[in-house]
């Protein structure tokens, strides 16, 4: 009996912190975000309640052509992230040694020593106009004029992927970790090809980390902030630039709620969307990563 | 040339090497157990006839045709691993079909071939169930139907019963024995098992720091053992081996008598009890001789026992070599104990 009790204090215990944290940081914020996001103002100081802001984001194209790109964009930037992530976790799980494979773990989580803000800088001082980069063009004599590499897309989802690599690698290197090489082995052995033995045994057995991988990477993408806005500029249009024009620079934090409210959506959408295409679940993807 | 040859086969990783200079022949439909203790080479060897791992030097031939470089799928041969490496997402009828689909075997002749090996492997009922939901034994079975299924004439089988308790080791031994046979299939078998090797296989080759000891029948190994490594490591409980300036004398535990007429003293160190028997140690020349004798006997320690064996019985090693020597007549060992 006492024994019982203790054991369920340890456990309310050990629960406080988080459900704090979740009430005061989450769950309070949001309702509050919500109330402000079915708010009208009808005058100075006069609220109703409605939709209007809402309904003001169907009706400018610009605010959902915002969203719709930022949508289209994090997707794309996962789906590089993938591509790119998933051959070297396959090297660091299988191919390289346990000294090597280490080292090349740390290699990927030494950038993320340094803020993601000084991290960003580095690369405008690498691309901008009086770059580096462009500095090297002109030196060996590949253009003759200065190019200035910042502000547009390809440099904002170079600089999305570069920054949510390592959280598409930590899953996939531990699941591939889990795939035993005999799986591997007898798939060659049994006749199996590369091609065959990829797309029969690893990456069924790596599906959880990839979906974890990806929904990891475009929920980080998709709330990013500050990449976007450094390397595309004032021509980025990446809704949370949107949302921080409402509240800090229009002072609407009425239609900024709302903004957050359709982000907020839009993840959770695509997120579910992501598992019911793949055939995974949210609690299969989190226990085996 | 046989069905499967080996030549000057080695591997090394810049150590010493892990198999160095094997050559060996395999019959067709024969049964060969590699056997040795752990870090002998006799995985590495496997790895290498399967095609996983590259020889540094040598040559593999199945039926006449230089393999060495070949693609592990394309060799021919098929392969049952330890951990049984079945795919924990498919079926066992798709672990099994999916040898038959990467060939590209056409539809009606892989199911033909699937309800032969389920009949064969006695898995009909659990054909949709995955390998998590199956017993280990079973799982056995998945493992050697999915090898079986591709009518490779050769099997690499590594260490394929060491996961099971021993009860379905035993059950699981006859029957893989008996497929075998069954099938005529050529089967090469890596075991830390000598019961497995010597129960099992047609030849047993003892391999010992990546090089063959002896290749042979499995009586030859036990009666006729090339080296003093062979001697110690074939037979349970293993051969004494009393070393003496030149000679090592080898002598089984279960050769030694009780003889009260003509017998060596030796002074009783341990009883053993092991139920149909009693392993007694006793101290003969400075050593421990262990032997075995029918039934429950307790002697006190320090008690004498007169022992005796047949001369035909012992074995003799270079001691600098540990090359088996041709049978020596006069020994100073039978000398002191007749005596």
């Known amino acids: 009996m006492d024994k019982d009790i203790s054991r369920r204090l340890t456990l309310w215990l050990l629960l406080t912190p988080f459900i704090l944290w979740m009430l005061l940081l989450v769950v309070i914020p949001h309702i509050d975000m919500f109330l402000l996001s079915i708010r009208e103002k009808v005058g100075p100081r006069q609220y109703e309640m409605g939709l209007g802001n809402y309904a003001e984001f169907f009706g400018e194209p610009f605010y959902w052509n915002t969203l719709a790109r930022t949508a289209i964009m994090s997707v794309l930037a996962t789906v590089l992230t993938l591509i790119i992530g998933f051959p070297v976790s ?125 929904i990891v990477v475009f929920m980080l993408t998709l709330g990013n902030y500050l990449t976007p ?61 | ?81 330890q951990s049984y490496a079945l795919f924990p997402h498919l079926s066992v009828k798709e672990n099994i079909l999916f040898g038959l689909k990467a060939r590209h075997v056409d539809p009606a002749e892989r199911n033909k071939r699937l309800s032969e090996v389920l009949e064969l492997v006695d898995l009909g009922a659990h054909m949709d169930k995955k390998p998590g939901q199956l017993s280990g034994g079973q799982c056995q079975r998945v493992a050697l139907a999915r090898a079986i299924v591709s009518h490779a004439p050769i099997c690499l089988m590594d ?33 830390h098992d000598q019961i497995e090797a010597m129960s099992m296989a047609d030849r047993v080759a003892l391999l010992n720091k990546g090089c063959i000891e002896q290749i042979g029948r499995p009586e030859e190994l036990y009666d006729q053992p090339a080296t003093d490594f062979v001697a110690g490591f074939i037979g349970h409980p293993p051969m004494n081996l009393i070393p003496d300036e030149e000679t090592i004398l080898g002598i089984r535990p279960e050769h030694i008598r009780l003889d009260e007429s003509e017998g060596i003293s030796s002074k009783v160190v341990n009883c053993d009890y092991h139920g149909a028997n009693t392993l007694i140690s006793t101290k003969f020349c400075g050593h421990i001789l262990n032997f075995m004798i029918q039934g429950h006997r307790q002697y006190p320690a320090g008690h004498t026992l007169k022992l005796n064996w047949d001369r035909g019985q012992a074995h003799y090693f270079s001691r600098t070599t540990g090359q088996r020597m041709a049978d020596i007549t006069q020994n100073h060992f039978m000398n002191e104990g007749l005596n």
């Open chain 2, 159 to 191: 260490e394929p019963l060491s996961n099971l308790d021993a009860k379905l080791r035993n059950e699981m031994r006859s029957e893989i024995r008996s497929l075998q046979k069954k099938l005529g299939l050529t089967v090469i078998y890596v075991t």
């Open chain 1, 229 to 289: 806005i450094l390397l595309g500029g004032k021509s980025s249009m990446w809704f949370t630039g949107q949302i921080y024009t409402q509240f800090i620079t229009r002072f609407n934090w009425e239609l900024g709620a709302a903004f957050g409210f359709l982000l907020l959506a839009l993840s959770s959408l695509m997120v579910w969307g992501g598992l019911r295409l793949s055939g995974q679940t949210l609690a299969s993807t989190v226990a085996k990563s």
């Open chain 2, 1 to 81: 040339m046989s069905f499967i040859s080996i030549q000057n086969l080695t591997k090394s990783w810049g150590e010493a090497p892990a198999v160095n200079d094997m050559s060996f022949d395999v019959a067709a439909g024969e049964f060969l157990a590699l056997l040795g203790p752990s870090g002998c080479g006799k995985s590495t060897t496997l790895m290498m006839l399967a095609g996983l791992e590259n020889p540094t030097d040598g040559q593999i031939h199945f039926n006449q045709k230089n393999v060495t470089d070949l693609a592990p799928g394309k060799r021919k041969i098929s392969m049952v691993f």
């Open chain 1, 90 to 214: 396959y090297y660091i799980a299988k191919i390289a040694r346990s000294k090597q494979k280490k080292i090349l773990f740390m290699l990927c989580l030494l950038p993320f020593w340094v803020s993601e803000l000084v991290r960003t800088f580095g690369w405008m001082i690498l691309l901008r106009e009086t770059g580096i980069m462009s500095g090297v063009l002109q030196w060996i004599g590949f253009v003759d004029q200065p190019v200035e590499m910042l502000y547009n897309d390809i440099t904002v989802v170079m600089g999305l992927i570069y920054t949510s690599m390592l959280f598409m690698i930590v899953p996939l290197v531990s699941t591939l970790d889990s795939l035993d090489d005999s799986y591997i082995e007898a798939g060659y052995d049994l006749g199996g090809n590369m091609v065959s033995v990829m797309r029969e045994i690893v990456i069924p057995h790596a599906m959880p980390g990839i979906i974890s991988g990806c």
